[in-house]
């Protein structure tokens, strides 16, 4: 009986493993398939349009190495870090304060919910006349993007906590504060990572726009050159470093989220 | 018996017309704030920053009775790309997200791209396009279904493999064919995936239209605004921002609406 059992058992993981080993195959092949179009619609159309994509991979080694890359991709991070370092620290007090009090959710919630469901880039050219060309406006238009889902977020945490944790706490004669520190903010960190993750997609996308329509800076800038030039082959550098950055960004708060409140998961679009 | 419960009825009513009325008066006086802040400082600002809020209507009722209806036609620009753009990468979501959330072959051929393209900031593929497709609506419309489509298909996606067997394996007991399942079963069932997807491709599609808009031949509201704000008429510029505003606003409410309702039938 046991040893049928295990045998099954084993026979059962044995499957497993090649169910899985032919799906990475499968998923394999489909890039390297994709690589191979890249490959020879490259060489087949002219250099303007489109570079076969080993030339990409030489370029972005050579730009790798003579440093071309590591200025403008450090440029776009400090802007994007400071833009949602800004966007957590606005929004994580606003959504709580908006939570635990109605009449500030009153008075905030429709300028929250309509500038989060407005396309905000739309205030990119406002921004660059008010705060100018360089730093100021990237940064602005990162936080215009991102902090909507952190506030919202942390707003729809602050809302789960119920009255069967809240009252407790009171009735044992927590302070406001305590009540802050050890019933509310325990509920909500799933919640604001989970703002945090939508956020950082959003930032990218403002990072970059920033970048293309104030002063051409960082790797939205160098994109732009390369596009303009032609150079299609070292187009495609930046872009795959964007493309890099959203997702180790995500996988990363992603794992974050996982160690700092591994008691929940809260995976919700609010409002967008 | 029955009075006091009326009378606890009734004091229950009344405490929640009185927070209505409480409501009402707490966004009455924010408006109203921020309205006279705008117009003040306004007023006290360099006219080629900013401009009050007065003056910001006159010039959008002008824009509005202008007899070449720049405004008017802006829209229609902006909508001839959001919409057809919208749709096509709805249904081609929905296909997609159908695809991969049935068949592991083609989760696992497709899974890659979508993963890549669902995490690129799509705006950094308008120069890129912009090289093959030239300046026209064709790549704003392309732009705008890289967008919108992929949020569709990864929830779609998401919703198909979260329905567990058990919705599926009694159809299946009864001989339903992959067609009736996928029907009657299986797309009831992800109904509020499919939504949730829609709205957030919108959100993207409608942020990917002005950037497009800013960035080749400057068309539709997108380039109204662009214009109106590299000439420092700033009255002017505040036209389509507030429509592009009140789209964004309508479409998504229009969509949490519907998703409600959605919700409503699928709990009952």
């Known amino acids: 009986m046991t040893v049928s059992l295990t045998v099954a058992a084993a026979r059962e993981a044995g499957a497993r493993r090649t169910t899985k080993r032919r799906n990475l195959a499968i998923r394999l092949g489909s890039v390297v398939a994709l690589v191979l179009v890249w490959e020879i619609c490259g060489m087949l159309t002219p250099r303007i349009f489109l570079s076969p994509f080993h030339e990409t991979v030489v370029a972005f080694w050579r730009l790798c190495r003579d440093g071309t890359l590591v200025a403008p991709t450090l440029s776009s991070l400090s802007v994007l870090f400071a833009g949602l370092a800004v966007s957590v620290l606005l929004g994580v007090p606003l959504g709580l304060l908006m939570g635990r009090y109605v009449r500030l959710n009153w008075a905030l919630s429709p300028y929250v919910n309509g500038l989060y469901a407005t396309p905000t880039v739309a205030l990119l050219p406002l921004l660059s006349l008010w705060l100018g060309l360089y730093i100021a406006p990237k940064v602005a238009i990162v936080v215009l993007l991102a902090i909507f889902p952190i506030i919202k977020n942390t707003y729809a945490g602050v809302a789960t906590v119920g009255h069967e944790l809240l009252e407790p706490a009171s009735s044992m004669q927590a302070s406001e504060f305590q009540i802050a520190r050890y019933v509310i903010a325990p509920a909500i960190v799933p919640f604001v990572m989970a703002g945090i993750r939508l956020s950082v997609g959003r930032g990218i996308v403002g990072l970059v726009v920033g970048e293309f329509f104030t002063a051409q800076t960082g790797l939205g800038g160098l994109l732009i050159r390369y596009a303009s030039n032609f150079r299609t082959a070292e187009m495609f550098v930046p872009i795959f470093v964007l493309v890099a950055l959203g997702y180790g960004l995500t996988v990363l708060v992603a794992a974050l989220q996982e160690r700092i409140a591994p008691w929940k998961e809260t995976e919700r679009d609010l409002g967008q | ?268």
Do not use: C
């Not at chain 2, 779609?156 to 979260?162: E, H, K, L, M, P």
């Not at chain 2, 939504?195 to 491709?201: F, P, Q, R, V, Y």
């Not at chain 2, 919108?202 to 239209?209: P, S, Y």
């Not at chain 2, 002005?210 to 002017?236: N, P, R």
């Open chain 2, 1 to 268: 018996m029955t009075a006091p419960d009326d009378a606890a009825l009734l004091a229950v009513r009344a405490r929640v017309r009185r927070s209505k009325i409480d409501r009402f008066v707490i966004v009455a006086m924010t408006l109203a704030g921020f309205l006279s802040f705008w117009e003040i400082s306004g007023h006290l600002t360099n006219p080629m920053f900013f401009a009050p809020v007065s003056e910001v209507l006159i010039a959008f009722w002008q824009q509005i009775i202008d007899p070449s209806h720049t405004l008017l036609s802006g829209l229609v620009e902006t909508l001839a790309v959001l919409v057809p753009g919208f749709l096509i990468a709805s249904i081609l979501g929905l296909v997609l997200g159908v695809l991969m959330g049935r068949s592991n072959l083609a989760l696992q051929i497709l899974d890659p791209y979508v993963t890549i393209f669902y995490n690129t900031p799509r705006v950094a593929l308008i120069p890129v396009l912009l090289l093959w497709l030239g300046v026209g609506d064709t790549l704003k419309i392309v732009i705008v279904v890289l967008a919108a489509v992929f949020p569709v298909s990864v929830n779609v996606t998401a919703g198909i493999r979260d329905i567990s067997a058990q919705f599926t394996e009694p159809a299946r007991s009864m001989n339903a064919t992959e067609g009736q399942l996928l029907w009657k079963v299986i797309l009831p069932a992800t109904l509020p995936y499919i939504m949730a997807g829609l709205k957030l491709g919108l959100g993207r599609a409608l942020t990917t239209v002005i950037v497009a808009e800013f960035f080749v031949s400057l068309s539709g509201l997108g380039g109204i605004l662009h214009a109106a704000s590299s000439t420092y008429q700033m009255a002017k510029m505040f036209a389509p921002a507030i429509i592009l505003a009140a789209m964004g606003i309508t479409i998504d409410g229009l969509l949490t609406y519907l998703e409600r309702r959605v919700l409503e039938r699928y709990r009952a």
